[in-house]
Structure formats: C-alpha cells, structure tokens
C-alpha cells in the first residue's frame, strides 16, 4: 500500500471511528456513510417535509372553512385538540411499537393513515364528523416522528446524531413553509375540500411509499454491521448496556422514568412546545389585531417563523456536536435563552412602534431559537434511549411535548379572553415558561 493510500485509510478510520471499531474497511466505511446519509437521512428528510399536508391544513383552511360552515371558535379549538391529544396517544405507543417492530412500518402506516382520514375530512359537514377524522388523523399522524428517530439512532451514533436529527427536526419547518404554501393555494383557487384531498394524494401517499423503498431499519438489514458506541459514560453508552429484560414490555418505560434526568428533559420539553405551538398557533392573529395587517398579507408577514425555524435545528445540532463535544444541554439553554430575550422584547414593544422589518426579523428569530432547541431535545432524547429505545425514549418525549401543544391553546385563549387581549402576557408567560426549562435542561446536564 502506497503512503498515500495508507494516509486515507487513517483519515477514514479517525473520521468514522464507529464504523472502524465495527471492523469495517475504509471502503466499507464509506459505502456505510454514504447508505446512511442518500438512502436514510435525505429520504426521511424529503418525505416528512411533505408530512405536514395532513396536519396543518385544519388551520390553515379555516377562513374557509369557518365562511363555508359558520362553526364556532370552541368548536375550531375542540377539533385542534383532538389532533393534538391522539397525536400524544400515538407517539407514545409508537415509539415502543418502533423498537420491536422497527420504523419503516409505522411511517408508511402514517403515511397511507394521514392520506385516508384527510380524504373523509374533506367530505364532512358536521362538528362531530370532524372531531371523529381529525382524531383519527391524530393517530396516523403520530406513527411517524418517534420512529423515525429511532431510524436515525440506529444509523448514527451519539457523537454524529444532533447533526442527523438536527437534519431530520429541520424538515419539520421546510414541511410547514411547504404546507402553508401547497395548500393555501389549493384552497384559495381550488376550495377547502380539495386541499384535504390532492396535497395528499400527489405528496404525501408517494412519498412514504417511496420511504418504504428505500430504507433499512438497521445496518445489517443493509449488508452492514451495527456501528460501535463509544463508551464514554454518557447516557447512550449507559441505554446500550441495559439488558434485555430491562428493555422488554412495559419495564422499557419504567426504565426511562426513574431516570429524573430524563424526565427532567420531558418536562422542559413540554415548555418548549408551548413556544413552539403559542408562536405557529397565534402569531397570525397578532399581527392582525396588533400591526393592522390585511388577511391577504397574513401568510408574508407569518413566514418568516418557519423560515427561521428552518436554520435553527441545523445549526444547533452542528454545534452541539462539533463545538459541545455532543452535549446537549449548553445548546438548550443558549437557545431558550435567545428565545426567552426575542420574546419579551414582542411582549413590551408594540409591533407598529418597533416596524415590520425589526418585527419580521425577531420574528424569524424566534423560529429560529425555539425549533432550534427542539431539535436538540430530541437529540437528547435518542441519547438517553440509545439503539435500544431510542423510539420508546422520543415517544415519551413526543407525549410530553403534545400535552403541551395542547395546554398552550388552553393557556394562551384563557390569557387573551380574560385579559382584553393583552399580548404583552401571553408572549411574557410563555418566555417564563421557557426560563423554567431552561433550568430544567441545565439539571439534566447531558
């Protein structure tokens, strides 16, 4: 072997270390990198960009919806709660279902699930007939985040994972600029109905059977061995040591809930969602009523959240791991710390006092603080799960994370009903209720 030659080959084993430890050659080294990112990380990435046509097209429809059909307020928050509360049901049993029967099931279920109970969304009339599919579609819906992450586990160890599902958490925001964009359109020239039917058919439904194609559960069932965990202490190398009994049926949970710091992390997590769905649910709705803005001009002046929600999570995974060393605390409360200053700044300084531009950009920042800390939190969520639970550990997460999705409606309605409207409250309750997880994530230290 030339000198050049051996130079690569230590260059491939320092910059894959889980691979050369697996006892792979530097050419197997790189034929895994690359299966992992071209046929699991950029595939997953693309199909959950699409996922959001079935489940934000509720809210996004409803000036159509509510012209068509005259239903109330209560009755738009009942439904939304619906979708948020099967949604929790279902991410908490699907993240275990994910670690005994793998993933790529549970996502192309979702995928074919979410197309079905659309298409009954889109020919019902009645209250009760959308409470019935919009729970159903909460099921379907919450088949797909918390196997997902456990796809990412098994392919990528603890020192490569905030990059991978920082990738994986981004999707999330390039799925709702994709959603608010395919079906508005949809509804605005085609109608409501339609927007429940086509965006689904023509994205969603192909592109998760198309996942199905091309994925691997795990790296043998590809041709390749499992990666090797550094043992380094961490929570991953401690979840990789955890027998099986430990690990089989309900023990899985219970081995994760008498770890605080793990509950710790579900709890501060629960705050976060509260950001993230108080800012998706009601920034539309306060730049109306506080910036004067028309309905038409809604969509330009909300975009720029899921614009930064879109830079946020990969950019917090890269430092994370290269800056961080792979913990992920430091990255969470730098984050909410970012998030928690943008938000009381929107509570104290009137939009039309500060102008559109400074308002679009702290807007862009939140987004781009708050998705960024989800994005870690799910991370260390696969930390604590390891290859054995890494599905149960973000399902749990995911269920923490959705009571709090649908606490903030709850909160932030009650705020603006018995306060006159008082944004100022609403954007500093939820900055408060970023500092308490904040000191959360900064006790769980991981």
């Known amino acids: 072997m030339s000198y050049a030659s051996s130079a690569a080959a230590v260059n491939t084993i320092e910059q894959y270390p889980e691979l050369a430890a697996a ?67 279902a991410t908490f049993g699907a993240g275990r279902a994910s670690d005994t029967i793998g993933s790529r099931n549970l996502q192309v279920a979702g995928g074919i699930g979410t197309t079905v109970f659309n298409i009954g969304m889109a020919i019902q009339s009645a209250f009760t007939g959308f409470i019935a599919f919009m729970g159903s579609n909460g099921f379907a819906q919450g088949l797909a985040s918390a196997p997902t992450t456990r796809l990412i586990a098994q392919w990528y160890p603890r020192a490569r994972r905030g990059f991978a599902n920082g990738v994986f958490v981004t999707s999330f925001s390039a799925s709702t600029v994709i959603a608010w964009l395919i079906t508005g359109y949809t509804a605005a020239h085609f109608g409501w109905r339609e927007a ?9 439904l192909p592109t998760s059977l198309l996942l199905w194609l091309l994925v691997r559960d795990t790296p043998q069932q590809a041709g390749f061995p499992a990666y090797v965990e550094a043992d380094d202490g961490s929570s991953s190398a401690q979840a990789e040591a955890l027998s099986e009994e430990e690990v089989k049926g309900w023990r899985a949970w219970i081995t ?17 969602y509260i950001a993230r769905f108080g800012l998706l649910t009601w920034i539309p709705l306060f730049f109306a009523e506080t910036a004067g803005i028309k309905v038409k001009d809604i969509p330009i ?48 300084i009137p939009v039309q006092q500060m102008g559109m531009t400074w ?44 009571a709090g999705a649908g606490f903030q409606g709850l909160l932030i309605g009650s705020i603006l009903q018995y306060s006159d409207r008082n944004w100022g409250i609403v954007f500093a309750t939820i900055a408060c209720l970023l500092i308490v997880g904040a000191i959360l994530a900064y006790l769980v230290k991981e």
């Not at 079935?54 to 012209?67: F, S, Y």
């Not at 429940?196 to 969603?204: A, E, K, Q």
């Open 256 to 272: 994760l809930l008498k770890n605080w710091r793990f509950v710790c992390a579900c709890l501060a997590s629960f705050t976060v």
């Open 301 to 348: 002046m909300t975009v720029a959240l899921p614009v930064g929600m879109l830079l946020g999570p990969l950019i917090a995974g890269w430092i994370s791991d290269n800056i961080f060393n792979a913990q992920r605390y430091p990255m969470i409360v730098t984050y909410i710390g970012g998030a928690v200053a943008v938000l009381f700044v929107i509570a104290f």
């Open 196 to 204: 429940f039917i086509w965006p689904l058919l023509i994205f969603v």
């Open 23 to 89: 006892g792979l050659s530097p050419e197997r080294q790189l034929a895994f990198a690359r299966f992992r990112l071209w046929r699991i990380l950029i595939p997953v990435a693309i199909w959950y960009s699409f996922y959001y046509l079935g489940r934000l097209n509720w809210g996004i429809c409803l000036p159509w919806i509510t012209q068509d059909l005259k239903i109330l307020p209560l009755q738009i928050g009942l439904v939304e709660a619906a979708l948020f509360w099967t949604y929790a049901i």
């Open 359 to 402: 308002a679009m950009i702290l807007l862009f920042l939140a987004g781009f603080f708050v998705l960024g800390v989800i994005g870690t939190m799910w991370t260390l969520a696969i930390d604590f799960g390891g290859r054995k639970l890494p599905g149960t550990a973000v399902g749990t997460l995911n269920f923490f994370n959705y």
